[in-house]
């Protein structure tokens, strides 16, 4: 029997397939709805519950689809989160709008450059009225 191809392979793997489906595909459960709002649900009876069968109505095949789409949602999410990071690493030497960051003397400079300047004054027309609290207009 060299020249024919055996069919055992093919066959062992489909009954391992279908053994495989039939594995995933869980029973129905009963799960019970409880409290005062019905918000609450467990797997044991409580006094006010009522019964909720849960089930899979989907067929082996569109389960598998699903699981395989959350397996591939998967992989691009942390393939996206590397790439994410990847980018974030290289943008922290620089500044807003891709301009590099001065040195950090050049920063110390500046610092002591701003707290030479002066601060506006409440007179100054560039600046808002001060706010008031609801609070202090009532104590008035």
Not at 75 to 82: G, N, S
């Amino acid at each position: 029997m060299k020249g024919r191809p055996s069919m055992r392979g093919p066959m062992l793997l489909t009954a391992l397939g279908l053994a495989m489906a039939t594995t995933y595909a869980a029973p129905p459960q009963t799960v019970y709805r409880c409290g005062p709002d019905g918000r609450v649900y467990s797997q044991t009876p409580c006094a006010d519950g009522k019964p909720v069968t849960i089930d899979d109505p989907r067929s082996a095949s569109q389960q598998q689809a699903a699981r395989e789409a959350a397996e591939r949602d998967a992989r691009l999410a942390r393939q996206l989160t590397e790439e994410r990071r990847q980018r974030e690493a290289a943008a922290a030497g620089q500044g807003l709008g891709g301009i590099k960051a001065a040195p950090a003397t050049a920063g110390k400079a500046s610092a002591a450059a701003r707290n030479t300047e002066t601060m506006p004054t409440a007179g100054d027309p560039l600046m808002s009225p001060p706010m008031r609290s609801p609070a202090a207009s009532a104590a008035k």
